[in-house]
């Protein structure tokens, strides 16, 4: 079989394009495997992007600002999202356990080399990899490993153009991504809070870091970086309902704490506004308690992400 080459990958692209996923999550509006979310939940890395920016109380309305927005949104929305997409959430262990199982060709065996030495043994065991890489591991994920080439280059490339903050920003992300299959075990289920982290953390911090003025108080910085915390407690809490969970005292305890963050930095109004827009939703949590079908925890966050949108765009404008 030959390589893949650029039609592949370009068909690769296309396929994950036109790709729509059936079930609803809390995520990305546009990336490369996914191009609208139909369920109705609109919360995720376009918000914190949005909110990082008004935040960081740098931006101002020019060529060169509206450059880079579009740059960092091809970079979380592009780059880190389908990063995420195809390593944390693809299914990595059930050809990994295909492994030893393929009827691999006779191995070629090397001049003046004994049987079971290292050195047959070495043949046979790239002979045996290039047979199950074939068989098992190339029809079922060949196309994801191209794309995951592909985003590390775009995502390294964007990071570049943004500056020297964004390449760390950047490996931080790809370690997140990383953590996910650890921790995951490759099986496509990584845990709610690394996704949180990339979606809502990273990007909020991104956005800081690209539009924040060099003058900047560290204070404030550290202050920004403890909000972003708390909505991706929040968000985490809110994906987790998403995939079954019941409860929702993450998702009200991390909004109460950006409350007595804003109450900390002495904005009253502020403070109190996220204070009160936390009762609605701590209204809807008993309903979402007694009910026992699968969809209470999507029903929940769809009916609160936008108490929780603009908890986050509150403590944004409080920030800047």
């Known amino acids: 079989m030959a390589p893949y080459g650029i039609r592949d990958i370009l068909a690769s692209l296309w396929y994950n394009l036109a790709a729509m996923k059936d079930t609803p999550e809390i995520g990305q509006i546009i990336r490369l495997d996914v191009t609208l979310r139909g369920s109705g939940l609109w919360l ?57 199982k393929s009827a691999a060709a006779p191995a070629p065996t090397l001049p003046y080399t004994q049987p079971n030495t290292p050195g047959d043994r070495a043949v046979r065991w790239y002979s045996h990899t290039v047979e199950w890489w074939r068989e098992h591991l190339r029809p079922a994920l060949g196309r994801t490993a191209s794309t ?26 790809a370690a997140v991504v990383q953590l996910g299959v650890i921790v995951g075990r490759g099986t496509g289920r990584p845990l709610p809070v ?41 968000y985490g809490a809110g994906l987790a309902l998403i995939k079954g969970g019941k409860r929702a005292t993450v998702w009200n305890t991390a909004q109460f704490a950006v409350a007595a963050l804003l109450m900390l930095m002495r904005q009253p ?52």
């Open 44 to 100: 995720g890395p376009i918000w914190a992007l949005v909110c990082g920016i008004i935040a960081s109380s740098g931006w101002k309305w020019n060529t060169t600002f509206l450059l880079q927005v579009v740059l960092l949104f091809f970079l979380v929305e592009g780059s880190w999202a389908t990063l995420w997409a195809a390593a944390a959430e693809t299914d990595w262990a059930t050809p990994a356990r295909e492994w030893g």
């Open 148 to 173: 995951i080439v592909l985003c590390i280059a775009l995502g390294a490339a964007l990071s570049a153009v943004l500056g020297w903050p964004m390449l760390a920003l950047s490996a931080a992300a």
């Open 194 to 234: 690394l996704k949180a982290t990339l979606e809502i953390g990273l990007v909020w911090l991104a956005a800081y870091v690209v539009f924040a003025p060099s003058t900047v108080a560290p204070m404030t910085t550290v202050t920004s970086a403890l909000v972003a915390a708390a909505f991706t407690a929040a």
């Open 269 to 320: 109004v502020a403070a109190l506004t996220v204070f009160f827009i936390v009762l609605p939703q701590l209204l809807l949590e008993p309903t979402m308690r007694r009910a026992a079908t699968a969809a209470t925890g999507v029903w929940f966050v769809r009916s609160t992400q936008a108490w929780l949108m603009l908890g986050m765009l509150l403590a944004a404008l409080a920030l800047s």
